[in-house]
Structure formats: structure tokens, C-alpha cells
């Protein structure tokens, strides 16, 4: 029997980012199953390990479409890096284009990727983990998407109703991303922690479609006499503008708020923070899935979230977690005072998360269902 081949296409290798873990989790699946695995990724952190994943692969220099804003200049040395994208892609490409049965592009981010795939005629299965704005330059990339892809893959049902209209005529699933057991491996919460500090934990890059700086200032202004931590776990992608976070961070005039800035850490790490935190916060402006509220509703740690992405579908506010709208400064202050203060109701919300988790985050159910749509049309 003919051992089943794919090529995986990835738009990052770094230590943490959900897309990054989507990848990978995809990525040792596929390796464990015994399929023979092309794969194409940027350097990275995470490099040396997608290599031992894979029979063949390609590196590539670390660059992205810049999806969140028209920015001229990122498109100009988005296109110079496509260039030199190309001619190291082209010939890869070319020598396995007619041995593999299936690909799968992990990102709407890798354009350049698409854009050689689609000139050499290899349909691919495409995974969309975020919205490119503005939206005219979305419909005019998802137009390509939509002619050049043979099945298209969303997040969240908040994707798919904005992407919709750009692929009619093209089935899109949703997949939502999930937590790998072995992640979760060893993770437990310290029985022995003190009780006299409340930790907030915030998990993201530092940038500002992040919007990190909310829960700074949410945090200034907090009624609660209690003494409070709050964490940022995350890379520095914007260098201005976490040196602006810092500024607000030292302006806070209570002496019971502690802010940290953990900087980039493990996927375990990361999870152990979660998991011994009191509450999460997302603070996003716009996203498509994060995986922090899969983490809260595993771990049953009170989670509030922005009104974007996966977070209208699987948070019912007040029931398993809290929903509050973009740049609502005043609301967020008012949540985080009520969550410290309110122990049964930090009891209430944590006994509804568990059921919540096991309806929408199946990690059995997100391998088997990747696989599935790939290798549907073979």
C-alpha cells in the first residue's frame, strides 16, 4: 500500500502564537501516522524541531503578509522578500510538485507561498487564522484564495461570517483549534500558593492589535485593596510600543498593583501560568481563535475577553466567562473589581467551564477533522 505524502506549509516556527501550535500539533500528527511530509517553514524557534518532523523540507526568510493595516512600506519589502522567496521556492516546488497528495497551508498570512503555489498549479487546502484589513485588500487576496484553493478551513464562526461572501460557491469548515494532551501534561494548579496576591494573566504578542495596554489601564484604576499581579506573557513584536506599555506601567499610582512583563516563555510555561493564575484577559482588538480561552475553560480559571473572534461562541457572558466591547476601559475595571471580590461567583463561572471545554475543543476531533478535508479529493 502506498505510504500517503503531504506538504505542510507553515507561516511561522516561533515558541508561542496558536497558528504556530496549530502547525506543529498538525505537523507531529501526520509524522506519527507514518505519512511522508514535505513541509516549507520559516526560521524560527521552533525550526530545528519541524525538521525532525518532517522527511524533506524547505526553510524560508521570516515574513508574513501584514494583514492588520495598508501599510506601504510593509508591502514594498513584503514583495522584495517574496522575490527572494521565490527562487528557492520555485525549485523545491518543482522537484516534488507531482509527489504529494495532499497540501495544506497553514495561514492566509503566507501570500507569497499561495502565490507560487497557485502559478505552478498545486491545489492546496488552506487554513485562515486571521482577517486581513482592510477589507478591500482581504477580497482582493481571498479572490485569489478562492480560485487557486480546493478547500478552505476557518477558526471560528466569526471568520467565516466575514470571509463568507469572498469565497461563495466554496464550502468553509471550521475547525477550532484545540490543546494537545501532552501539552497539558504535568500542569496542575499549586495547592500551596498564597492566597494574598490575585494574578490576572494576559498571553499574547505584544503589539497593538494586542491592545495590552487596556488592562494596564483598567488595572490603575481598580477599587480593590487587594494586592494584584498582572502578567504579560509574550514576545515583543513592536518595540515602541511595548516601551509604551512600560511607561503606563510605571504610572500607576497604587502601590497593590504589580505589572510584570514575563516576556517570551514555553508553551508549558505558559500553561502553568494560566493554569495557577485567578483570572485571564483578552484584550484583543480583533481575533480570529485564541487559544487562552480554550486554556481558561480547560483549567477552570475565570476568563474575560473582547467581543471578536471564538470568544462570542463559546463565552456566554456571566455563565462560563465575561464579554466586554473594544476599548471599554471602564467595563473591564468594573469585571476584574467584581471577579476579586466575588469569590462565588469566581466558584460559579469555573463549574460551568469544564462542559463548555468538552463541547468545543475535541483535540481528537481537530486532527481526524484536518485530515478528513485533506485528503477528501484524493
Same mark, same amino acid.
Given at each position: 500500500?502506498?505510504?500517503?505524502?503531504?506538504?505542510?506549509?507553515?507561516?511561522?516556527?516561533?515558541?508561542?502564537?496558536?497558528?504556530?501550535?496549530?502547525?506543529?500539533?498538525?505537523?507531529?500528527?501526520?509524522?506519527?501516522?507514518?505519512?511522508?511530509?514535505?513541509?516549507?517553514?520559516?526560521?524560527?524557534?521552533?525550526?530545528?524541531?519541524?525538521?525532525?518532523?518532517?522527511?524533506?523540507?524547505?526553510?524560508?526568510?521570516?515574513?508574513?503578509?501584514?494583514?492588520?493595516?495598508?501599510?506601504?512600506?510593509?508591502?514594498?519589502?513584503?514583495?522584495?522578500?517574496?522575490?527572494?522567496?521565490?527562487?528557492?521556492?520555485?525549485?523545491?516546488?518543482?522537484?516534488?510538485?507531482?509527489?504529494?497528495?495532499?497540501?495544506?497551508?497553514?495561514?492566509?498570512?503566507?501570500?507569497?507561498?499561495?502565490?507560487?503555489?497557485?502559478?505552478?498549479?498545486?491545489?492546496?487546502?488552506?487554513?485562515?487564522?486571521?482577517?486581513?484589513?482592510?477589507?478591500?485588500?482581504?477580497?482582493?487576496?481571498?479572490?485569489?484564495?478562492?480560485?487557486?484553493?480546493?478547500?478552505?478551513?476557518?477558526?471560528?464562526?466569526?471568520?467565516?461570517?466575514?470571509?463568507?461572501?469572498?469565497?461563495?460557491?466554496?464550502?468553509?469548515?471550521?475547525?477550532?483549534?484545540?490543546?494537545?494532551?501532552?501539552?497539558?501534561?504535568?500542569?496542575?494548579?499549586?495547592?500551596?500558593?498564597?492566597?494574598?496576591?490575585?494574578?490576572?494573566?494576559?498571553? @499574547?504578542? #505584544?503589539?497593538? +492589535?494586542?491592545?495590552? !495596554?487596556?488592562?494596564? *489601564?483598567? &488595572?490603575?484604576?481598580?477599587?480593590?485593596? =487587594?494586592?494584584?499581579?498582572?502578567?504579560?506573557?509574550?514576545?515583543?513584536?513592536?518595540?515602541?510600543?511595548?516601551?509604551?506599555?512600560?511607561?503606563?506601567?510605571?504610572?500607576?499610582?497604587? @502601590?497593590? #498593583?504589580?505589572? +510584570?512583563?514575563?516576556? !517570551?516563555?514555553?508553551? *508549558?510555561? &505558559?500553561?502553568?501560568?494560566?493554569?495557577? =493564575?485567578?483570572?485571564?484577559?483578552?484584550?484583543?482588538?480583533?481575533?480570529?481563535?485564541?487559544?487562552?480561552?480554550?486554556?481558561?475553560?480547560?483549567?477552570?480559571?475565570?476568563?474575560?475577553?473582547?467581543?471578536?473572534?471564538?470568544?462570542?461562541?463559546?463565552?456566554?457572558?456571566?455563565?462560563?466567562?465575561?464579554?466586554?466591547?473594544?476599548?471599554?476601559?471602564?467595563?473591564?475595571?468594573?469585571?476584574?473589581?467584581?471577579?476579586?471580590?466575588?469569590?462565588?461567583?469566581?466558584?460559579?463561572?469555573?463549574?460551568?467551564?469544564?462542559?463548555?471545554?468538552?463541547?468545543?475543543?475535541?483535540?481528537?476531533?481537530?486532527?481526524?477533522?484536518?485530515?478528513?478535508?485533506?485528503?477528501?479529493?484524493?
Amino acid at each position: 500500500m502506498k505510504k500517503k505524502t503531504i506538504l505542510m506549509i507553515s507561516h511561522s516556527s516561533n515558541k508561542t502564537g496558536g497558528g504556530e501550535w496549530d502547525f506543529q500539533r498538525l505537523l507531529e500528527y501526520f509524522h506519527n501516522q507514518g505519512y511522508y511530509v514535505y513541509s516549507v517553514f520559516p526560521d524560527g524557534h521552533k525550526a530545528d524541531y519541524f525538521k525532525k518532523l518532517s522527511n524533506e523540507f524547505l526553510v524560508l526568510p521570516d515574513n508574513i503578509f501584514p494583514f492588520n493595516e495598508f501599510n506601504l512600506r510593509k508591502y514594498l519589502y513584503f514583495s522584495y522578500i517574496t522575490i527572494q522567496k521565490f527562487t528557492i521556492l520555485f525549485p523545491f516546488l518543482n522537484r516534488i510538485k507531482n509527489n504529494f497528495d495532499a497540501c495544506f497551508v497553514n495561514s492566509s498570512a503566507c501570500l507569497s507561498e499561495i502565490l507560487a503555489l497557485g502559478i505552478m498549479n498545486i491545489p492546496y487546502t488552506l487554513s485562515i487564522k486571521e482577517v486581513i484589513h482592510p477589507g478591500y485588500v482581504r477580497r482582493v487576496i481571498n479572490s485569489y484564495y478562492r480560485k487557486t484553493s480546493n478547500d478552505v478551513i476557518v477558526i471560528s464562526e466569526f471568520i467565516r461570517n466575514i470571509v463568507k461572501d469572498d469565497f461563495k460557491g466554496k464550502e468553509v469548515s471550521i475547525i477550532r483549534s484545540s490543546i494537545a494532551d501532552d501539552d497539558l501534561a504535568g500542569i496542575s494548579r499549586n495547592t500551596s500558593r498564597s492566597d494574598n496576591e490575585f494574578v490576572i494573566v494576559n498571553s @499574547g504578542v #505584544i503589539t497593538p +492589535i494586542k491592545n495590552q !495596554e487596556l488592562l494596564i *489601564k483598567a &488595572a490603575a484604576g481598580l477599587k480593590t485593596e =487587594s494586592n494584584v499581579k498582572v502578567s504579560f506573557i509574550g514576545r515583543i513584536e513592536d518595540k515602541a510600543y511595548f516601551e509604551k506599555l512600560q511607561t503606563l506601567a510605571k504610572s500607576l499610582p497604587k @502601590g497593590n #498593583i504589580k505589572i +510584570i512583563f514575563e516576556g !517570551e516563555v514555553s508553551k *508549558k510555561q &505558559a500553561l502553568d501560568m494560566e493554569c495557577n =493564575s485567578d483570572l485571564l484577559v483578552v484584550t484583543s482588538k480583533h481575533e480570529g481563535m485564541s487559544l487562552v480561552i480554550a486554556e481558561g475553560l480547560y483549567f477552570r480559571v475565570p476568563v474575560i475577553s473582547t467581543r471578536t473572534g471564538v470568544a462570542l461562541e463559546v463565552l456566554k457572558d456571566g455563565y462560563n466567562g465575561f464579554l466586554f466591547n473594544e476599548n471599554d476601559v471602564n467595563k473591564l475595571r468594573e469585571l476584574i473589581d467584581e471577579i476579586i471580590a466575588n469569590k462565588e461567583l469566581r466558584e460559579y463561572i469555573s463549574n460551568n467551564q469544564k462542559d463548555s471545554y468538552d463541547k468545543y475543543f475535541s483535540f481528537n476531533y481537530y486532527l481526524k477533522e484536518h485530515e478528513r478535508i485533506l485528503f477528501r479529493n484524493g
